[in-house]
């Protein structure tokens, strides 16, 4: 099991609106849930990379990004690497209460790019349920639990995402909820039917044509034998 890292940025979470995991009906593709995956290997001491995890609620898109330390500054660097990925603009940024989210220097990118900036409530993981699921299933699932530093394993990391992001964005279905009700004490879910976050973007009428087609010739260029075949190499 890996470590929570995680260290309250007390300064200005009464300046940031709070999101629960019930606020995300009917959002459009670009509000995206953030979070970083330490890779410590159980040793929370010295210097260890991170990855920041990006995951659209729209549409499940996924963009994961090599840090080389928890600080504002690297996950801002990261959120400029994604923005130039995504296939749609950064509409809205959701992160935990953690000091690399929660500081003057994340909230000032934010507004200078017209960015919703919010935050889950501290010790609530269920508000940031798309994001978690991909920590586990995606991130630990591949990378596991070792623990990586120094500038060699950030360029391993870099180059394992960047074949990750097009396997799991073309080739990955996925179930989405789509309905939840309680009676009494049971809960019923209705899920739609499983697709990949590429087939979900040519469904948003929120995404540009012209965007559309780009993703629709790279998705034909890819063979995810080839794709598959080098996450395992």
Request: glycine share 6%.
């Amino acid at each position: 099991q890996g470590l929570s890292l995680t260290k309250p940025g007390t300064l200005l979470k009464h300046q940031i609106e709070v999101r629960t995991f019930a606020d995300w009906d009917n959002v459009i593709p670009g509000f995206f849930e953030a979070d970083l995956v330490a890779h410590c290997g159980g040793n929370p001491n010295g210097a260890f990379l991170n990855t920041l995890v990006l995951v659209d609620i729209s549409t499940g898109w996924l963009e994961c990004m090599p840090l080389m330390r928890k600080s504002a500054s690297d996950v801002i660097d990261g959120l400029k690497i994604s923005q130039e990925l995504m296939p749609f603009p950064l509409l809205g940024l959701d992160t935990d209460c953690g000091s690399e989210f929660i500081n003057y220097d994340v909230l000032d990118f934010c507004e200078d790019n017209d960015i919703t900036f919010t935050r889950a409530r501290t010790h609530r993981k269920n508000d940031q349920a798309f994001v978690e699921e991909k920590n586990g299933s995606v991130v630990r699932r591949l990378v596991g639990y070792d623990r990586f530093e120094g500038r060699r394993a950030w360029e391993a990391l870099a180059r394992l995402y960047a074949v990750l992001r097009k396997y799991i964005n073309f080739f990955q279905p996925s179930l989405k909820l789509t309905e939840k009700k309680r009676h009494g004490a049971k809960v019923t879910k209705r899920y739609d039917q499983a697709k990949t976050p590429f087939q979900r973007i040519l469904c948003s009428a929120h995404v540009p044509d012209a965007q559309k087609q780009v993703l629709e010739s790279e998705f034909a260029s890819l063979d995810p034998v080839l794709l598959l075949h080098e996450l395992q190499s």
